[in-house]
């Protein structure tokens, strides 16, 4: 037997559109992630490109557990010595909700160039659920969420 080695010409790329209202985080940013590097497609290859394109809509209404809303701070650096910016969740997200869903889908990423190129061109995140995508037809992709019963 050899190994499969997905080619351009193999590659199908599809459009999927989740919505984010009442979603975890996480499982919402590990579900994307899945999707846009291609590792739920059986022709998977690593070094390819071989993800679908995600639109997350809805971004505002994600859901936290525990107390990470006031706990959870997003680190950033001026450059200069001592400007350490540290940003809470709560502010991130009612100012910059996209950048919470994209911030995630990143860390969850691999750091090289693939990654980076994956996440700037498949995903796309909207803060309310209107999206300018309707002419791609996305097929809606369900988040599992686990209910306590």
Not at 133 to 146: G, W
């Amino acid at each position: 037997m050899k190994t499969f080695s997905a080619t351009p010409r193999d590659i199908e790329q599809r459009w999927f559109i989740v919505d984010a209202e009442g979603v975890v985080l996480g499982r919402l940013a590990s579900e994307v992630a899945k999707v846009i590097r291609g590792k739920h497609k059986p022709i998977f290859t690593p070094h390819m490109d071989t993800g679908d394109n995600v639109i997350v809509i809805n971004a505002a209404k994600v859901k936290v557990t525990g107390r990470k809303a006031e706990q959870k701070k997003y680190f950033s650096h001026t450059g200069y010595m001592g400007h350490e910016r540290h940003t809470p969740l709560a502010n991130m997200l009612a100012k910059h909700p996209e950048r919470v869903i994209e911030k995630a889908v990143h860390g969850m990423l691999p750091k090289t160039a693939l990654g980076r190129q994956v996440l700037r061109t498949k995903l796309r995140v909207y803060a309310g659920s209107e999206h300018p995508h309707a002419a791609q037809q996305p097929t809606p992709l369900t988040i599992k969420t686990s209910e306590k019963k």
